[in-house]
């Protein structure tokens, strides 16, 4: 990805911000252009709940470019609290830790994976809430 | 419509082609179908290339145009069709229709793939790369880590064991075995399956795709052609493509599979047949999940029957319903674009009476089921026998 399009993402990035239609309410992540509903093309950003459900979860061993050196990693399907699904990277946790249905929270993180130039990315993951 | 007919197949062995680059290996199997029925180059109204990695591998876009130059049908139509895995059957699918609705009649389609000039990490990538980029880039999210939910959420609606659904695998080897064509022509124990590495938990490597390079031409004609020149041929009976949502976040259910359910049901009442009529099919494993949540949207057995169905052994070459009779994605090889042409050869070669001792008694109708992103896009296409 080139350094103009991480810039571009990055309020979604770093906030987990979606856009809602303003027609039929849905709530989109990542953000759409078209509502697939409705076919309206007026969204407005929509900050997404910063916690949620762990549905479900993979240990990743095989990585792409850049992710060799972090492996193994979680990647989980969250369910936030109003219902929008996110498959995001699962943090502070060990492998054999982490249990289906817990309680996350959102935190934002740096990736392993730099842009030209050497430009620090992150990106949100979740992490488990402490009570 | 005109009635279609496939009336010669050409193809490379599905391998590490380090000798060849991806316009030699085009070239080999595009020559080998027109040698096969005795045609020139120039007697083709145009070609339908397939392929989706060749930009990012190779550097080389622009591919149909590039490869149609090197057959020397530079005065011809070409089309490039990228679909990810779904490629080599859409081509198939386009091709279908301007011979069906009179554009052209005659034409090669050809689908090649060179996936080993490219580093384990890259492939992870590449791979990925048929879902939507701007959203998953800098995630670390692979699409193995997609189908690890799926499969995971599989195990637990139907409460089955990781070992039972690896059989496609194994089933996939045992097929592979006596395959001239296959990446991998060997059995492969459950046990081997169960202990390899694993990509994303719970999915070993062995029960799913790996790098391959390979080329798969057909030539399409009609029907009427293929009598007149008194060639071996088969009807593509229909071909039909639907789509579904490609986030998977988005799908109401990680297992529904929309897309392969309703282009199954069109191609079943467009041809007038029940799953029980095909005599075989070859269906999309790029994961031994997929091959199962397949048989079962496919109509072949209920929902949570997949397992059972590969346990039946009424898939293996001698049971009532063949699958993936030349070791399917896993045994024959994945070279990705190319698969949905390769599915269409090993068709052609079950009803023509030409596979060997992969052959399935008394084939009249195959189906092929290829598909892209967990069938996002899949293409179904039904093949007959000619009396
Ligand atoms: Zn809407």
Redesign the pocket.
């Known amino acids: 990805m080139a350094t103009s399009a991480y810039w571009r993402t990055r309020i979604q990035r770093y906030r987990l911000m979606g856009n809602k239609?303003s027609?039929?309410n849905?709530v989109f992540f990542p953000p759409r252009l078209v509502?697939p509903?409705?076919?309206?093309v007026k969204l407005d950003e929509c900050k997404l709940p910063e916690k949620g459900r762990l549905v479900d979860y993979t240990v990743v061993y095989s990585a792409p470019k850049g992710y060799e050196t972090v492996i193994p990693y979680v990647i989980g399907l969250v369910e936030l609290e109003n219902g929008v699904k996110v498959v995001a990277p699962i943090t502070d946790v060990d492998v054999d830790e982490v249990k289906e249905g817990m309680e996350v929270e959102l935190t934002i993180r740096k990736l392993p994976e730099q842009l030209e130039g050497g430009m620090i990315c992150y990106t949100y993951k979740f992490r488990p809430v402490i009570k | 419509m005109r009635e279609v007919a496939v009336v010669s197949v050409g193809y490379t062995r599905v391998s590490e082609h380090w000798e060849k680059s991806i316009k030699a290996l085009f070239v080999e199997a595009a020559l080998k179908a027109l040698e096969n029925a005795d045609l020139s180059a120039k007697s083709l109204d145009g070609i339908y290339v397939a392929n989706v990695f060749a930009g990012c591998l190779q550097g080389q876009t622009n591919l149909a145009n590039v490869l149609a130059d090197s057959l020397g049908l530079y005065d011809k139509f070409a089309i490039s069709i990228d679909a990810g895995g779904a490629s080599g059957a859409l081509a198939i699918h386009e091709a279908y229709k301007d011979v069906a609705h009179g554009v052209r009649d005659l034409v090669m389609v050809c689908g090649v793939e060179k996936m080993s000039e490219a580093s384990p990490q890259e492939i992870v990538s590449a791979l990925t790369s048929v879902v939507d980029q701007e959203h998953l880039k800098y995630t670390g999210i692979t699409v193995h880590s997609l189908a690890a939910l799926i499969y995971k959420t599989y195990l637990k609606r139907f409460n089955k064991k990781q070992e039972d659904v690896a059989l496609m695998s194994v089933i996939d080897h045992e097929h592979a075995a006596t395959c001239h064509h296959a990446q991998y022509p060997f059995k492969l124990s459950l046990e081997t399956i169960m202990s390899s590495a694993i990509l994303a938990d719970p999915i070993r490597v062995l029960e799913a795709i790996s790098p391959s390079d390979g080329s798969a031409a057909i030539i399409m004609c009609l029907h009427e052609k293929a009598k007149e020149l008194g060639l071996p041929h088969v009807k593509l009976v229909t071909s039909q493509i639907a789509r579904d949502r490609l986030n998977l976040t988005e799908r109401d259910d990680l297992l529904s599979m929309k897309a392969l359910v309703e282009a199954a049901q069109r191609a079943y009442s467009s041809a007038g047949i029940r799953p029980s009529d095909l005599s075989f099919v070859e269906l999309y494993d790029d994961y031994s999940i997929m091959g199962v949540i397949a048989l079962e949207k496919l109509g072949l057995c209920g929902p949570g029957e997949g397992v059972e169905l590969l346990k039946s052994g009424e898939v293996k070459l001698s049971g009532s319903i063949p699958v993936n009779t030349f070791g399917g994605l896993k045994a024959r090889g994945a070279p990705l674009g190319a698969i949905g042409v390769y599915q269409a050869i090993e068709a052609f070669l079950q009803l023509t009476g030409n596979a060997g001792p992969n052959q399935v008694k008394n084939a009249r109708i195959g189906l092929t089921h290829t598909s892209c992103g967990f069938n996002s896009i899949v293409v179904i296409n039904l093949f007959e026998v000619c009396c």
């Open positions: 239609c027609s039929c849905k509502c509903h409705c076919g309206s």
